[in-house]
């Protein structure tokens, strides 16, 4: 489990963090999204012990990670993937993080093996790509065979079949009872990974709340009428919202599609068409950051 009560960093001026009150729970994949300077990385960092909190506390499994007798079993990151020694091979810098760590010689193996890097497991990781790099990252992660797992962007890089591989092991690690968090870009992937997500806007908590919840709170409702107006008109004394579409037909939010089948049937409207629209999480997300978004390119 790792804890976050009341986090807040400031560098200078500018917030990174802004008071972060949240509990990311054991046994399920807890997705961190945000736009670009939101505060996933500072926030995943100040876990690790790697920036000291302006005010609050982050913890992990109970304790500030500078208080954990043997932090590489109990937390497995993965925060810069190029940040290792370039001269060395991906054996000697795994074997060298087990030693400093007092971990058997035997997981480097395991983890080579695990993360598909056994091919290449003697090359210098300076001619490796960032493919390769996030594999070998993601095995330093795994090489103390921790309870907490944080990845900030583990498939940045990856091929589709890399991708798929991460989903897969993710889903593996918390059905195993870890907790996993992990952020991404990648909404359509994240919809596919996560049990659940946690949204920064601007270093400030905007949703902790299970995948399917938040896209049902996007769901929509489209329906065609010939008396649509009535219909509209209906919908929005009953609490929905409604937008025309091109097509004449209505797009309602707020209300299920039987709800607004009823309804027609109480006004005594016809209807030609009538059907649930599921919202993909990047719609959700992009409706739930919308405001939040610091930095846009003209236009969009
Ligand atoms: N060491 C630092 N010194 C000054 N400002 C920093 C530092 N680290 C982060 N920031 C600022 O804090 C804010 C949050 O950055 P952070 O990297 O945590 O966001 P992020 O959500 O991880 O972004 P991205 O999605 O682009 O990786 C940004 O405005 C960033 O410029």
Known sequence: MIELDGLTKRYRSRV???????TVEPGRVTGFLGPNGSGKTTTMRCVLGLARPTAGTATVLGRPYRELAHPMRDVGA??????RHPGRTAHTHLLALARSNALPRSRVDAVIELVGLGPVAYERVRGFSLGMAQRLGIAAALLGDPEVLLLDEPVNGLDPEGIRWVRGLLRDL???GRT???SSHLMSEMQDTADHLVVL??????????VHELLGAHAAVRVRSPE?????AGIRRAGGRVELEIDGALRVEGLAAARVGD????????VHELAGISTSLEEAYLALTGDDVEYRAAGS
């Open 78 to 83: 993965l925060v810069d993937p190029r940040a």
């Open 180 to 182: 996993v968090l992990v």
């Open 201 to 210: 806007g601007r270093g400030r908590l905007l949703a902790d709340v299970p």
């Open 174 to 176: 918390a059905a195993e």
């Open 228 to 232: 649509a107006p009535l219909l509209a």
């Open 16 to 22: 990174a963090v802004d008071d972060l009150t949240v």
């Open 263 to 270: 309804l027609a049937h109480e006004l005594g409207v016809r």
